[in-house]
């Protein structure tokens, strides 16, 4: 890579093949991948350069001399001719001198990739955007796509498309985590097989302006996210499984010949068939049909699951969430293309203003505007959705702009203040006076503008986190927050850093950098946020131990959301059960992995509760008065366990999907009225302490329930149904497997309880840290080996003991039996006193 001169007069750096490689071949493709944390911008210029082994321009944009900031090479990956793009500390304007060459583009970075005019091939076996860092990726073609096989996937970050029009055989759209695809097509949108599937929360949408056809649909969703495909369109048959929380699949604009849906969990399906609607509905969702009803309504089991009602007339098309694009400026002419915007701009028109009469017209944009101030009103409680809505209001906002400027202004004002501009700024590490000099101590301090709130905190490194609340704080201008952390290893120090979530705009990440290394050594870590009750989403990876102490976490909102995630051997604290009240819209816990989420309050109020497990994880919500709840949906693969403990559970309803050998237990007294119960493997329901009005148990494998119901009981499959107390009024038993009916009195209630966990004390740990950095995305590979150090006390934040040596030779021949006894002793003492263990009693009903 060589530095020369650009026509204007800016420094680059020319990438050029070697010559006779294939690189150098005019009809070769290759792929690029981006890393790093700041924008790159991807652009096509004929320069006349082609057949003289250049390949690309690229130049910093702020600092055209700084050439330690990017890194640009050409390699061969697994066969594959690969440039690789780091912009380390400024944005970067790559210029690709041959026109449609790029294959595949793969985001691994932090930062936005924009890709403009001419950079990707139109044609040929495959064009694939992989999105797997937590930046974003805009796409903006004009040419027509005609590649066989067209694939967009987001992960935590988004991708946004604005294609003028495509004609491939497969198109495939997945978000796999938090993050959304969406794309738009303003003329049609033709394909032979169609796949959307999103896992986790995020959310797909595909939008023509003309017509969507397809022969073949395949649509699949696990978790929160949601699906939308239209606004219209025509396919022969669609295939739907739907499973989890919330999040709706819509495709109710386009017309299908066929349409067989598989409804698990509490979301919603609205479709549209012309011939038959078939599938299995389970759970509290709700298959809907647009237009007239279908030929069929009929269900692949003999029990007759399947129901579906027509939509209401007040039904539209959910809109897409949409980011907008941070298209910094660049040499030639992408200074002059703002066309994107633009062009999203004219399809919202083209589908919004389609009235003949000019008075119509302004009527339905005022109102569209008065119900758009009221859903950004509504945003700024609901922290969880907030940014998604909050892009949606910025188009309306541009809209209005060509109505009247007083609207324009008006909403401009509402957006004040909406956008994050939170930083972080760190200390150099530091020797802690009050311990002897033994250990280090470096802070990061989260800076913000007055309004800026940090809602989202994320932790992905070792050892026991401490998150308090400490008002003094907001005596200190700007001041958010503070992560410090002490370690007696320098290393440990240097290997975390603390980043501002780029995609959440709100929230902070704690992480090991993206390197190789090992380290040892004690380390403690603690967060002080200066806002009460503010942050909504924590999720936790690698840790040991994160407590989240009074005042922390969103308690007393009915409009706002508390999201939980624990990962690997992550333990998580919440609450506690004597002081805590919880009135909130939803609480969603996560846990995969070994790691345990412990929530407890002295009641609990919410629409909603879910709590998804995979692998051994553990999750328990205990409130000592009472828990009282719309919907309540427990989800576990693997050998998951869910305890809901409370003195009084009141539930519209109850949903339990358990697949292995995972056991969900509710006590000890409480009250439903419908309650579903899917069970695969071995996996157990222990519900009867529960009085519900109608019970329905699916199950296949070994799986059991206990169930107390007053009104009518189903079961279908061959396992174990057990009810308490008097028999149901009508009992529905249907098994090709037994010639009897498998639903039978219980002898007694048996039901599992947990022993609340305590938090651990404020004392360091010491750990054996080995990171790996990562191909794929800035999260380092990080396992971590647990160790026995000295307590300490740091006197001025909470943490508390005096005279640690300054030595790290901690441990003589006495001391290792010494610890050895203790460790022997704990392990007896456990043995004998487990966490867990099964009361049987009876309970009568009064």
């Known amino acids: 890579m060589n530095d020369t001169g650009s026509d204007d007069s800016a420094q680059y750096w020319t990438v050029r093949c070697a010559p006779g490689s294939v690189l150098c071949n005019v009809t070769e493709t290759f792929i690029v991948i981006v890393t790093g944390s700041y924008d790159v911008t991807l652009r096509f210029e004929d320069s006349g350069s082609t057949g003289n082994c250049d390949i690309a321009r690229v130049r910093v944009k702020e600092n055209s001399k700084a050439s330690d900031r990017v890194v640009v090479q050409l390699v061969v990956i697994d066969g594959f001719q690969v440039l690789e793009l780091s912009a380390k500390e400024d944005n970067v304007d790559v210029v690709l001198l041959q026109k449609e060459r790029v294959k595949q583009l793969i985001n691994q970075g932090s930062g936005d990739v924009v890709v403009l005019e001419n950079v990707h091939v139109v044609s040929g076996p495959r064009l694939i955007f992989s999105n797997i860092g937590s930046g974003n990726i805009f796409i903006k073609p004009s040419t027509p796509i005609t590649v066989d096989t067209l694939e967009l996937g987001s992960g935590n970050g988004n991708i946004q498309a604005s294609f003028y029009e495509f004609d491939v055989k497969t198109f495939v759209l997945d978000a796999s985590s938090s993050g959304f695809t969406t794309v738009v097509v303003e003329s049609n949108a033709t394909v032979d097989s169609l796949t959307l599937t999103a896992q986790g929360s995020g959310s797909l949408c595909l939008t023509a302006g003309s017509s969507i056809i397809s022969n073949h649909v395949k649509i699949e969703k696990v978790g929160a996210g949601g699906i939308s495909l239209g606004p219209r369109g025509t396919c022969q048959d669609a295939s739907i499984l739907t499973g989890g929380s919330v999040g709706t699949i819509d495709i109710g604009g386009i017309q299908c010949q066929d349409v067989d849906v598989d409804l698990f969990g509490s979301g919603d399906v609205v479709v549209q068939a012309t011939n038959s609607l078939a599938g299995d509905v389970f759970g509290n969702g709700h298959l809907k049909y647009y237009g007239v009803a279908p030929q069929s309504i009929d269900s692949r089991n003999y029990m007759g699951l399947v129901t579906a009602m027509p939509v209401s007339s007040s039904y539209h098309r959910p809109e897409c969430k949409i980011t907008p694009s941070k298209f910094t400026k660049s040499t030639g002419d992408l200074n002059k293309d703002n066309s994107l915007i633009d062009y999203d701009l004219s399809f919202v028109q083209d589908n919004t203003l389609c009235a003949s009469s000019i008075m119509l017209i302004v009527a339905i944009i005022l109102r569209w505007f008065n119900e758009s101030r009221r859903r950004a009103r509504e945003e700024q409680r609901q922290t969880l959705i907030h940014t998604g809505r909050q892009v949606y209001a910025h188009w309306i906002a541009v809209l209005m702009k060509h109505v009247s400027i007083f609207t324009t202004i008006a909403f401009a004002l509402l957006q004040t203040g909406a956008e994050s501009t939170l930083s972080v700024e760190s200390t150099e590490p530091l020797r802690s006076n009050d311990l002897n000099g033994a250990f280090l101590e470096k802070v990061w301090t989260v800076n913000g503008d007055n309004g800026d709130v940090l809602n989202d905190l994320t932790v992905q490194i070792a050892g026991n986190v401490f998150v308090d609340y400490d008002a003094s704080l907001r005596d200190v201008n700007g001041v958010k927050a503070k992560i410090i952390m002490r370690s007696s290893s320098p290393d440990m120090v240097n290997l975390v850093g603390v980043t501002v979530h780029e995609a959440a705009g709100s929230g902070v990440r704690v992480h090991f950098k993206n390197t190789n290394a090992r380290v040892v050594g004690e380390v403690v870590t603690q967060v002080i946020v200066s806002d009460p009750n503010v942050l909504s989403s924590v999720s936790a990876t690698n840790s040991d131990k994160v407590v989240l102490g009074d005042g922390v976490v969103v308690s007393n909102d009915p409009s706002a959301s508390l999201e939980l995630d624990a990962s690997g051997d992550a333990d998580m604290f919440v609450g506690s059960s004597t002081q805590d009240q919880f009135t909130l819209k939803a609480i969603d816990i996560a846990s995969a992995g070994d790691g345990h989420v412990q929530v407890l309050a002295s009641s609990i109020q919410a629409d909603s509760i879910t709590v998804s497990l995979s692998g051994d994880s553990k999750a328990a919500i205990i409130a000592t008065d009472h828990i009282t709840v719309d919907s309540m949906v427990s989800a576990i693969s693997g050998d998951g366990k869910i305890f809901v403990e409370t003195a009084n559970l009141h539930s519209q309803r109850l949903s339990a999907t358990l697949s292995g050998d995972g056991k969900v237990s509710y006590s000890s007294a409480g009250s439903c009225v419908d309650q579903t119960i899917h069970l695969s493997g071995d996996a157990a329901v222990y519900a009867g302490s529960i009085v519900c009005k109608n019970s329905m148990v699916a199950t296949s494998g070994d799986g059991k329930a206990i169930v107390q119901t007053t009104d009518t009981l189903t079961s ?107 460790v022997v002793v704990i392990a007896i003492a456990a043995f004998k006193f487990r966490e867990r263990h099964t009361r049987e009693k009876y309970a009568p009903l009064a």
Do not use: C, E, M
Request: charged share 15%; hydrophobic share 35%; glycine share 10%.
């Open 716 to 822: 279908v499959g061959g396992g174990s149904v057990k009810y308490v107390n008097s028999p149901p009024h009508r009992v529905v038993s249907s098994s090709i497997f037994r010639k009897h009916s498998n639903v039978k009195p219980a002898k007694y209630n048996k039901f599992k309880t947990h022993r609340p966990s305590t938090p651990p004390t404020r004392v360091p740990t010491h750990l054996t840290v080995v990171v790996k950095s990562a191909w794929f995305g800035d999260s380092p590979h990080v396992s971590v080996y647990s160790g026995i150090g000295y307590p300490i006390v740091i006197d001025d934040t909470g943490f508390a003991v005096t005279g640690y040596p300054s030595n790290q030779n901690h441990f003589g021949l006495f001391s290792v039996f010494t610890v050895v006894g203790i």
